[in-house]
């Protein structure tokens, strides 16, 4: 089975510091991993993913991801915060092996980012 | 364009109350998906179609009845609703169901409220 864990429900940033919300993951393997960003009363909008390749991953508005097997890692990290990253972060895995999963995508249970100016 | 829209964004119905949900998409995914989300909770799968056809129910109750028309389009008929049901109902699509290294694209969802 694979599943994913957020360990943090809340990261409080002051804005212009390093962002860095965490993600973890247990699969079969090898993860398909994603993040998405969700802002409030709004649908998730997909932020960036790794299928395979390179461990460090950029995505959508400034925002990078590093794989790291060995930890079975998948971290989120912004070099510099705005007030707007304010929102509700999801990391996502699907694991390849089994199959017959298709594209069902296993969610963490979030992490709500709050950036003060 | 690279947008899935969902209508109505608001929804308050009553427990024998009939309403649909509608979501549509111009990406040419092939596969479709409904959500359920409550608050501060990450989406639950409900249902998926690939290619216009139910490929996967996650034991969701009768009372939602998916459908798909075509490939763009993609229906939740609501009935009999319960309270607890009141939730964000997300739809996304994927290029296709089968090959896991595709994104999801999301709408913005539909607010129900079952009083």
């Known amino acids: 089975a694979q599943s994913v864990a957020q360990p943090e429900d809340q990261v409080n940033v002051a804005e212009g510091n390093p962002l860095t919300v965490k993600c973890t993951y247990s699969v079969s393997g090898n993860p398909y991993l994603f993040w998405y960003v969700q802002y409030p009363n709004r649908g998730l909008q997909f932020l960036l993913k790794y299928i395979t390749g390179d461990n460090l991953v950029k995505g959508s508005y400034g925002f990078e991801a590093e794989f790291n097997k060995s930890q079975t890692s998948f971290h989120l990290k912004k070099p510099s915060a705005l007030v707007s990253d304010s929102a509700l972060y999801f990391c996502?895995?699907?694991?390849?092996?089994?199959?017959?999963?298709?594209?069902?995508?296993?969610f963490g249970g979030g992490t709500r980012v709050l950036v003060k100016p | 364009d690279t947008e899935v829209t969902q209508t109505p964004k608001h929804l308050v119905m009553g427990m024998t109350n009939k309403k649909s949900l509608k979501c549509e998409q111009h990406m040419g995914h092939r596969a479709m998906y409904w959500y359920k989300q409550k608050a501060k909770k990450p989406p639950e799968l409900m249902f998926v179609?690939?290619?216009?056809?139910l490929s996967i129910n996650e034991s969701v109750p009768s009372r939602f009845s998916p459908e798909c028309p075509n490939s763009s389009l993609l229906n939740l008929h609501l009935h009999a609703l319960q309270p607890e049901d009141s939730a964000l109902y997300l739809c996304a699509s994927s290029q296709e169901w089968g090959q896991g290294w595709n994104e999801q694209f999301f709408g913005p969802g539909t607010r129900l409220t079952v009083l």
């Open positions: 996502a895995v699907r694991d390849y092996v089994i199959k017959a999963a298709g594209n069902k995508l296993t």
């Open positions: 179609y690939s290619y216009e056809k």
